[in-house]
């Protein structure tokens, strides 16, 4: 099957957060055909009940690519405009998924044997699938992860910081707000610091972001409200400290903030031959640890229509990708 198909069925096969079972079994069928042919082995690596990353290598791994097979919601089905496959995961990252194999499928036509594919579940959520995998290694030297960078090596890509900001009031009748305490005004003003605490910055990464994602809380509208939470999602640039005491200092007296999740910020290396970029979103690589070899960061297509109604990806950019993973594990074998 070549890329452009298999990368339609890989988009076809709802796989959202955590229902990857099914594009699961699907790899691993598709692979085992490949290993048959090719002398190699393919594994279910179980995470948790009905969900597997799945593994195929050949001789002890040097570079071993890899990428998530879960998707955000909501699911939509794939279509081939003539220019594009659209649907969801086409960029993130059933496309690089396909563009993997078929590199893969070239190595081993050549004899290059000493690589491996990890695709893994739970990118999108919690890195589940690599934390996993980083307790489980073979041995990799160099880890390429998959992920939309426009086909170039990305030199960086931010980390992550999310909190759960959550102010406490007491209820009252609202025609008589002097009897109570309102959570949500509380709340309000906490944010409002948030919003103006100083960010790091950094010369290659660029600056920290902040998103405050979802305020949920209150009873009634006719009720001083008495709870009210807000997450708030941080591109980290660094190691997140500096953030971590302004988050402190600005709900200081007013809410708690309880720290969810902190993925530090990470510097990549650049290749001779390879155009490079920047990301500003965080990926699995984190959760490797060094695990199975060095990172690198690329992959086809652009973030900018992930995990949006339009995400799609160039069918041109696809088949490139083939030939750059190829290139890229190639050299890296030779290191």
């Not at 426009?150 to 992550?160: H, R, T």
């Not at 900001?165 to 709340?187: C, D, F």
């Not at 290659?204 to 009634?220: Q, Y």
Request: hydrophobic content about 45%; glycine content about 8%; proline content about 5%.
């Amino acid at each position: 099957m070549n890329v452009l198909d298999l990368t339609r069925a890989l988009i076809d096969i709802e796989s959202i957060t955590p229902n990857e079972e099914a594009v699961g079994e699907y790899l691993f069928a598709h692979l085992s055909t490949l290993a048959a042919s090719t002398a190699g082995r393919v594994e279910r690596m179980q995470v948790e009940p009905h969900r597997f990353n799945v593994l195929a290598y050949w001789d002890p791994p040097v570079v071993t690519l890899s990428t998530h097979m879960d998707t955000v919601p909501p699911f939509f089905a794939s279509r081939d405009d003539g220019e594009f496959i659209w649907g969801r995961g086409a960029c993130d990252t059933k496309g690089t998924i396909a563009s993997m194999i078929g590199a893969v499928e070239a190595l081993l036509a050549e004899g290059v044997r000493q690589v491996a594919l990890l695709f893994v579940v739970g990118e999108e959520r919690n890195s589940a699938g690599a934390y996993f995998a980083a307790k489980h290694s073979r041995g990799s030297r160099f880890l390429i992860n998959g992920e939309p960078t426009e086909n170039k090596l990305a030199l960086g890509s931010k980390g992550a910081l999310r909190y759960e900001v959550e102010a406490r009031g007491r209820m009252a009748h609202s025609a008589y707000p002097e009897l109570g305490e309102s959570a949500i005004e509380k709340l309000i003003d906490a944010l409002d610091r948030v919003r103006r605490m100083p960010l790091a910055s950094d010369p290659v990464l660029g600056a920290s972001t902040l998103n405050i994602g979802t305020i949920h809380g209150g009873r009634a509208p006719n009720v001083i409200p008495d709870q009210v939470m807000a997450e708030i999602f941080i591109r980290l640039v660094d190691d997140g400290d500096s953030t971590r005491a302004a988050m402190r200092a600005a709900v200081d007296g007013l809410a708690e903030a309880r720290e969810v999740l902190c993925i530090p910020a990470v510097r990549l290396r650049a290749l001779d031959g390879f155009a490079t970029t920047v990301v500003s979103y965080t990926t699995d690589i984190p959760a490797f640890g060094g695990a199975w070899g060095e990172p690198l960061l690329i992959g086809p297509g652009t973030i900018h229509v992930a995990h949006t109604d339009e995400e799609r990806v160039r069918k041109s950019d696809l088949i490139e990708a083939v030939g750059t993973y190829r290139s890229l594990a190639r050299q890296l074998v030779k290191l």
